[in-house]
């Protein structure tokens, strides 16, 4: 980890490597395609053993209120962000354009502002970034990731239409 100063402004450049970033996915149970860059790692993400979709869901359905209870993770569905993280999802999507129902693009930032904390006031360092990251995947597949408001990001689990008209 390094302090960056570029003016005025500080930021923290973590040096996450991309072998262990992929050696997480994998023990995790995910296929991973990895896409370096100065400012951050690009994971396209494959869960290729399971046949059930990722447990990303929307937080908004009544019919979701158990999952949400168990979460961990909260994705801003406008943006993609995960809820103070240095990470981003979107949906990965087949040559139709539909959602790849056991896939996500997943993209981790390596710069972050010097003053960025994790829940509990907790420095972000390389260690806590790999720790987090499985964290993150382990939510997907076993206690569900919730997506708040709609946009960008579309749930996977769950209820895939509302029922009946929201008025």
Known sequence: MQV?????????LLEIDAATISTVAQQAGFDAKLKESPQSILLELTAGQREAPLLLFDAADPANLGWFS??????????????QTPMTVANKRDRAGRNVSNGLR????????????????????????????NNFLQA??????AVCGGGVVQPLAGRSEAPGSRN
């Open 106 to 133: 997943l993209r981790i930032a390596k710069e972050l502002p010097v003053t960025f904390r994790l829940p509990g006031k907790q420095p972000m360092t390389e260690q806590v970034c790999y720790a987090m990251l």
């Open 140 to 145: 997907l597949i076993r206690t569900g990731v």
């Open 4 to 12: 960056l100063q570029a003016g005025r402004h500080k930021l923290i």
């Open 70 to 83: 168990r979460c961990q993770f909260y994705v801003d569905g406008r943006t993609g962000g995960v809820m």
